[in-house]
């Protein structure tokens, strides 16, 4: 029997804050592969990223992937022959967002976004700032045309949370989806009766 090809996935985690988003990503990503789901995951994390984490979690960024440096352009997913799948950057922030928007590859995470961005994969954005402003909504725009899904970290609660996890969760399993990977983490709409809205 064939091995199934693995799925190479860039987690990008960039200084917006909302670093339990990253996290929480990364530790589902970990499980989904102990659980035997074929995965590659590459990490790249900004300077204000890694400064927010340790604000925002108390603790240094201790990943379950392979960390690549900010200005390692021999890391794989800086090339589009090496066939990586999807990138999310999770937190991203405006500043992430007018880089990326206009081409700005003068690290590795804005290098792997413009891959995936030429090579017409999948780059999800998970936009953590507000108010928007009118820079902000034309940089969406930008990439939404250039073909990047914009995902703002904007969770729902349809499905009742019962704490934090869960209703970051209703945000990462909309990830998920759009990374083209099983999501088991939360409960869709029409499931265990959140649609009964009476």
Not at 42 to 53: I, L, N, P
């Amino acid at each position: 029997m064939t091995k199934p090809q693995s799925r190479k996935i860039v987690v990008a985690i960039g200084g917006a804050t909302g670093a339990i988003y990253a996290k929480r990503l990364l530790d589902t990503l970990h499980q989904m592969q102990v659980d035997g789901t074929p995965l590659e995951v590459g990490v790249c994390m900004s300077r204000a990223g890694e400064k927010v984490w340790r604000h925002e979690l108390g603790e240094p960024a201790d990943l379950p992937f392979r960390r690549y440096a900010l200005d390692d352009f021999s890391a794989p997913f800086a090339s589009g022959s090496a066939g990586w799948h999807a990138m999310v950057v999770l937190p991203c922030s405006g500043g992430g967002l007018a880089r990326i928007a206009h081409g700005i590859s003068d690290d590795l995470i804005g290098r792997a976004a413009d891959v995936m961005l030429k090579e017409r994969r999948r780059l999800v954005l998970v936009m953590r700032e507000t108010p928007l402003s009118t820079i902000h909504l034309e940089n969406m725009l930008h990439v939404s045309r250039a073909g990047a899904v914009v995902l703002p970290a904007s969770p729902s609660f349809y499905s009742h949370p019962r704490d934090l996890n869960e209703l970051v969760d209703t945000v990462l399993g909309r990830v998920l989806d759009h990374l083209d990977l099983h999501n088991a983490i939360t409960p869709r709409w029409g499931e265990n009766g959140s649609e009964n809205l009476e």
